[in-house]
């Protein structure tokens, strides 16, 4: 590496650590920041954070640092957790509808058949139009029942949808991340997209593994490994 590359973090040890560095000649510190890797790099721990994650490609504790209210209201836009529900309520109302159908052919076969006894003109016309009534009228029962349990799935649905529509945006992300087992399987563009170098980059901070610093009128972040 050049003198100029590593003049941030002769700047750093002289000014900011201060002690045995300030009498250090510049080949002997450069020799030190070598050795301890106390190496320069530009913009603020947000940068360095963004640049050391991308290029390793280790998202640190990954369901720390994402950033879950973001994508929690943008995942709800999309409808991400109950896409796959609204399908399957399209079918609860298709099924709904017939069941409906099934209930008021049944009440008109029924009807028909008690018209049929009361048109009857002799015995064995009543008998027949009775056992109609009967049959007719377990079918009714049937697909009344039918019904009421069509309805009562349809209803839960909604209620599952929206209480799941309705959770905070933090939760919904963290509910979202939970069916699918791990947050990883999100993606990398979407775990760069949503995590927070910010946050990482101060936790860096405040464990001394960075440091920020100005140098000729830029901001300068020095990996001082705790120096």
């Not at 087992?181 to 170098?197: A, S």
Request: proline letters at 2%; zero cysteines; a negative charge.
């Amino acid at each position: 590496m050049s003198r100029d590359y590593y003049a941030p973090s002769r700047e750093y040890l002289r000014d900011y650590v201060g002690g045995e560095f300030e009498e250090m000649s510049d080949e002997d510190m450069d020799t030190y920041i070598e050795d301890h890797s106390v190496i320069p790099h530009e913009g603020d721990a947000e940068d360095y954070a963004r640049y050391i994650t991308t290029e390793t490609g280790h998202y640190h504790e990954p369901g720390w640092y994402f950033d879950h209210a973001s994508f929690g209201r943008d995942l709800k836009m999309d409808s991400g957790l109950t896409y796959h529900m609204q399908d399957d309520l399209d079918s609860k109302d298709n099924e709904v509808d017939d069941a409906q159908r099934e209930v008021e052919d049944a009440q008109k076969s029924l009807s028909e058949a008690h018209q049929a006894k009361a048109d009857a003109t002799d015995k064995d016309e009543r008998a027949d139009a009775q056992e109609d009534i009967e049959s007719y009228a377990s079918d009714l029962e049937y697909y009344e029942d039918e019904l009421a349990e069509r309805k009562e799935e349809h209803e839960q649905l909604e209620a599952d949808i929206d209480s799941l529509e309705s959770l905070p945006d933090e939760k919904y992300s963290e509910e979202y991340i939970e069916q699918l087992g791990d947050i990883k399987e999100l993606g990398e563009d979407t775990l760069q997209r949503y995590y927070d170098f910010a946050r990482l980059g101060k936790h860096m901070e405040d464990n001394s593994e960075i440091t920020e610093i100005e140098f000729n009128g830029r901001t300068w972040t020095i990996e001082t490994h705790g120096v």
